[in-house]
Structures are given as structure tokens and as C-alpha cells.
């Protein structure tokens, strides 16, 4: 579920993003939700507007939210001032760290003839499919990965799916990503 919006001339204003969150709330469902995990950038995408789109979502969703788990890949964790200056109406209580050493489950692998394929031959190995274990461990029942789809100077596009397999991934994950 995303919402694509583009235009190299014009912003989205606040009223308008407000009503697109809603809209992606009743799209997607979320409000029968009950256990609500958002995965927004950190703070090295802080002009993403990321941190506004998270705020909302809490506003709006309340208590269905269970946790907010920044997508930091290899970077440092966020401090509380940097939390509290991107997230500012989200409270830090719902902030998780994603421990990219120790709190990694293994969803599955990419088989190295299908990544040699994609890559066009240029690496040949089996890719793991890794991600937080709070994602797969039936802690939360829905998931808004947050984020503007970008170029990403590593691996191609920043957000969406890296969100995920990158930001919440595991060392071997994250080293393949970015060969």
C-alpha cells in the first residue's frame, strides 16, 4: 500500500498530507488493526517529511500503535533529541532500536542463480531475505513502512522495500545490498 504523489514543482501542504494519511488509513484497513508497528527513516532522511507522515499516523491511529521502529540499517541509533525534533507528536515511549546484530530473523533466500539473474551476472551469491524479528514474530498484526521512494546513492532506491530488507535487515543483508 503506498500513495504516489510527484511533481518537481510544487509540495504537498499539511492539509493535503493529512488527508492522504487518512486516506491510506481506510484504504489499507488499519483501523481494524489492533498492534501497529511504523517503520519510518531516521534522521539521515529528516526532510523526507517522514517524521510528519509518523506523527499523523499516531494521531490517528492512537493506541492501535504499538511500536515505531526507525529503519536504520547500519547507522546509529537515533537520540532522544533527534527523535524528539523529527517525531515531535510521536511519544518516545513507542520507539524501538533495530539491532541489525542480534534482533534479525531469516524469512528465507534468494537462490544465487536468481540474484545472478537480476544482477545481470554481476555478483554471484544467495541473498538472505532478513528483517527485524518484531516484524515475523506476531507481535503486531499490520505494518506502514513510511518513507518517500528516492534515489539511493548505494543501492538504487531509498525506502519502500529497503525500508524493510535493508533498514530492518540483518549484516549479510545489508552488506549484499550494497556491494
Do not use: C
Amino acid at each position: 500500500m503506498y500513495v504516489a504523489e510527484q511533481s518537481p514543482n510544487r509540495s504537498i501542504q499539511d492539509d493535503e498530507l493529512d488527508v492522504l494519511v487518512e486516506k491510506t488509513i481506510e484504504d489499507s484497513g488499519a483501523y481494524k488493526a489492533k498492534r501497529i508497528l511504523v517503520i519510518p527513516p531516521d534522521i539521515t532522511r529528516l526532510h523526507s517529511r517522514a517524521g510528519k507522515i509518523t506523527d499523523l499516523l499516531v494521531a490517528k491511529l492512537g493506541r492501535r500503535v504499538a511500536a515505531i521502529m526507525p529503519a536504520l540499517g547500519t547507522h546509529s541509533q537515533m537520540t532522544e533529541a533527534e527523535i524528539a525534533y523529527m517525531y515531535p507528536g510521536s511519544p518516545q515511549a513507542l520507539f524501538r532500536v533495530h539491532d541489525w546484530r542480534r534482533d534479525v530473523a531469516e524469512l528465507g533466500r534468494i537462490p544465487e542463480s536468481r540474484v545472478a539473474e537480476i544482477s545481470g551476472g554481476k555478483v554471484q551469491y544467495s541473498y538472505p531475505v532478513q528483517a527485524n524479528r518484531l516484524l515475523s514474530s506476531g507481535e503486531v498484526d499490520f505494518i506502514f513502512s513510511v518513507g518517500q521512494v528516492v534515489p539511493h546513492e548505494v543501492v538504487g532506491m531509498a525506502n519502500h522495500a529497503k525500508n524493510i530488507f535493508v533498514g530492518t535487515g540483518g549484516k549479510e543483508a545489508i552488506d549484499r545490498s550494497h556491494y
